[in-house]
């Protein structure tokens, strides 16, 4: 996509390429296409290789979308869409000249298990997979459960209760004064990640930060302190803009709606990564992920639809649009 970053190509090609070599296959380099369905099918079309691998610079959010419309321009076949898993992910598979084509989800960028794994070491061991094959992996959640996801996840990041939700307001180090403690109801704790010699605001449990430590390192390190029960991360930073209105974090809170489609959300004007941002919990792998000098951008680009952004100090309405704005 336009102004997407070298980096988060080359980080993707890294942990597939990591993937592959635990199965004994070889990744060839492959191109890299403008998103869009002809510039793509022209590529699959040109590709060699016994299996081809696609990343599509956004999600693909159905059949209609980018990857698999390339996949039919390139006279390929779709069999199959989506993966009932938990994590559930948006992997779609088909064949085009005799061999597999395997749309990768997103969380594929990551090193972590996902359920693309599953359907790659079949294909590795020669074995076909199925619309069913991926429809029974489904059974039972597919993914070994781990002391950081564990079972059950309420479907989206609500807390029991109607239209209660928890979230850990994490502070991040930055130049400027530092916001007031916000007492919202949905805000459960408040972490402020401290420099060296540094003390936590009034009210905050500080968190050491090592010397030296870049964006990612800060960002990976406020995932590493949110609680298990924690559906979201209020994001929060001193800086230039100042702080947020106390009215407008509630706003982004009562906005945040996984189940609709709205699982990070920011303020107009500000820069498209900074806080204040809610980030929903299927999103914290990512971040966590990250490191030195990396930021929010990577996450935010492979987000897509699921990013909006809240005018401030805009009438409370709970609306939001394909494009991504909330008002």
């Given at each position: 996509?336009?102004?997407?970053?070298?980096?988060?190509?080359?980080?993707?090609?890294a942990?597939?390429?990591?993937?592959?070599?635990?199965?004994?296959?070889?990744?060839?380099?492959?191109?890299?296409?403008?998103?869009?369905?002809?510039?793509?099918?022209?590529?699959?079309?040109?590709?060699?290789?016994?299996?081809?691998?696609?990343?599509?610079?956004?999600?693909?959010?159905?059949?209609?979308?980018?990857?698999?419309?390339?996949?039919a321009?390139?006279?390929?076949q779709?069999?199959?869409?989506?993966?009932?898993?938990?994590?559930?992910?948006?992997?779609?598979?088909?064949?085009?000249?005799?061999?597999?084509?395997?749309?990768?989800?997103?969380?594929?960028?990551a090193?972590?298990?996902?359920?693309?794994?599953?359907?790659?070491?079949?294909l590795?061991?020669?074995?076909?997979?199925?619309?069913?094959?991926i429809?029974?992996?489904?059974?039972?959640?597919?993914?070994?459960?781990?002391?950081?996801?564990?079972q059950?996840?309420?479907?989206?990041?609500?807390?029991?209760?109607?239209?209660?939700?928890?979230?850990?307001?994490?502070?991040?180090?930055?130049?400027?004064?530092?916001?007031?403690?916000?007492?919202?109801?949905?805000?459960?704790a408040?972490?402020?990640?401290?420099?060296?010699?540094?003390?936590?605001?009034?009210?905050?449990?500080?968190?050491?930060?090592?010397?030296?430590a870049?964006?990612?390192?800060?960002?990976?390190?406020a995932?590493?302190?949110?609680?298990?029960?924690?559906?979201?991360?209020?994001?929060?930073?001193?800086?230039?803009?100042?702080?947020?209105?106390?009215?407008?974090?509630?706003?982004?809170?009562?906005?945040?709606?996984?189940?609709?489609?709205?699982?990070i959300?920011?303020?107009?004007?500000?820069?498209?990564?900074?806080?204040?941002?809610?980030?929903?919990?299927?999103f914290?792998?990512?971040?966590?992920?990250?490191?030195?000098?990396?930021?929010?951008?990577?996450?935010?680009?492979?987000?897509?639809?699921?990013?909006?952004?809240?005018?401030?100090?805009?009438?409370?309405?709970a609306?939001?649009?394909?494009n991504?704005?909330?008002q």
């Amino acid at each position: 996509l336009p102004g997407m970053k070298d980096s988060l190509l080359s980080k993707g090609h890294a942990a597939v390429e990591a993937r592959l070599a635990g199965l004994g296959i070889v990744l060839e380099e492959g191109p890299s296409v403008a998103h869009e369905p002809h510039a793509l099918a022209a590529a699959l079309a040109a590709a060699p290789g016994d299996l081809v691998l696609v990343l599509t610079a956004s999600a693909t959010s159905d059949r209609a979308d980018v990857g698999p419309a390339a996949l039919a321009l390139a006279g390929g076949q779709l069999e199959r869409f989506g993966m009932p898993v938990d994590p559930g992910n948006l992997l779609y598979l088909g064949r085009q000249g005799g061999r597999p084509v395997i749309g990768l989800p997103g969380c594929a960028r990551a090193p972590a298990l996902n359920g693309a794994d599953w359907v790659l070491e079949r294909l590795a061991c020669g074995l076909s997979v199925s619309s069913e094959d991926i429809a029974a992996m489904g059974v039972g959640g597919l993914l070994k459960e781990i002391s950081t996801r564990p079972q059950p996840r309420s479907g989206g990041g609500r807390a029991a209760g109607p239209g209660r939700m928890r979230a850990v307001a994490v502070l991040l180090p930055g130049a400027g004064a530092p916001p007031p403690l916000l007492r919202l109801p949905e805000v459960t704790a408040h972490l402020a990640l401290c420099p060296p010699d540094a003390a936590a605001p009034p009210g905050w449990t500080c968190l050491p930060l090592r010397a030296g430590a870049g964006p990612g390192d800060v960002l990976a390190a406020a995932m590493a302190a949110l609680p298990e029960t924690a559906d979201a991360a209020l994001l929060l930073q001193p800086g230039p803009d100042g702080a947020p209105e106390a009215g407008d974090v509630a706003r982004m809170l009562a906005a945040f709606s996984p189940e609709d489609g709205r699982e990070i959300v920011g303020l107009e004007g500000r820069a498209p990564h900074a806080p204040p941002l809610v980030l929903g919990r299927r999103f914290f792998e990512g971040v966590a992920a990250l490191s030195g000098s990396e930021t929010l951008e990577a996450v935010l680009a492979e987000a897509g639809d699921h990013v909006v952004a809240l005018a401030a100090d805009a009438p409370e309405r709970a609306g939001s649009q394909r494009n991504g704005d909330v008002q």
